[in-house]
């Protein structure tokens, strides 16, 4: 499908931020979006136009139902000043997997992959320089059709967004202190836990908001059965270092297959860094925390690539993580990754893909 493009007027162009070094996450948005329309069986009308509030129906289904999915990934500045790309197909393909299972029509990968880069081509002049700033892409579905009654909608609009964003924790790439939640839970099996849906992430709000009032940055997930083993912190999936070996939960349904959980392993498999995906109970990660075998412990994620964590708190005790300070393998991991990402050093994987 031809993807057609109508420009914001020169005129009418948002000033870029003055400071990208004070840039917070998820607050500014460019000029241009990419919409697609779902109606009579079939996504049409692919097109480019100036950023603008949605018009919504009051019944609106995503409104009443949730029926929506979305994703996150960015785009970076390469000291060349090319515009990099870090493995979107990988992104789309999730997206559609989160489509299936939210009863959304799949939509054309690499037709999205297209229109996010022409969109790039666009506005590609607000991803900034800065260190550790880029350019947040948010790819989304809601279900439109006007319609009170629990089914799947019949028409949908996909679009996407784009917004220039500085560290998602005001910390940066330092250590956080997390709060292990006793008592509720993100996911059950069969749940929505391994896609990227509205509701999942609004099942986790009130939690989150009682971890930050006790003074923690995210806080840790049990699984829903037993609320004996870890899972996921916030939005990131969660590693821990016991004796010298990464540790981190499998995706058995529950857990997000993050694209940087999934490039955290094969880095540390190039880089000789053992690697497991177990099942690690609280008990365990607090007698290792106790006996001196649990090292570090950090957070993988877009948003945030690696997010160390110094203290971990549970039924109101708090254990420090080794030195309390950022641990050598989350140190040579986020090196890695952001390398690569920010084109320092070379993409030997083939996880790059520049907007041309």
Known sequence: MEIKIRRQLPTHLKPHPADEASLGFGDIYTDHMFKMDYYDGSWRDPRIEPYAPLLLDPSAMVLHYSQTIFEGLKCYRHPDGRLALFRPRDNFRRFNTSAERMAVPPLDESLLLEALKELLKIDGTWTPSHPGASLYIRPTVIATEPH?????????????????????????????????????????????????AGASYAASLLATELAHRKGYTQLLWLDAITHRFVEEVGS???????????VTAPLTGTILPGITRASVLQVAKDLGIRAEERALSVEELLETQKNGRLSECFGAGTACVISPVGHLSYKDEVFQIGDGGIGEISQKLYDELVGVQYGTLPDTRGWVEFVE
Request: glycine letters at 14%; hydrophobic letters at 40%.
């Open 148 to 196: 009170l009654g629990v089914r799947p909608a019949r028409e949908y609009l996909h679009y996407i967004i784009l917004g220039p964003v500085g560290p998602y924790y005001p910390e940066g790439f330092a250590p956080i202190k997390i709060y292990v939640e006793p008592s509720y839970t993100r996911a059950a099996p069969g749940g929505l836990g391994s896609i990227k």
């Open 236 to 246: 990131m999936n969660m590693f821990f270092v016991v004796d010298g070996t990464i």
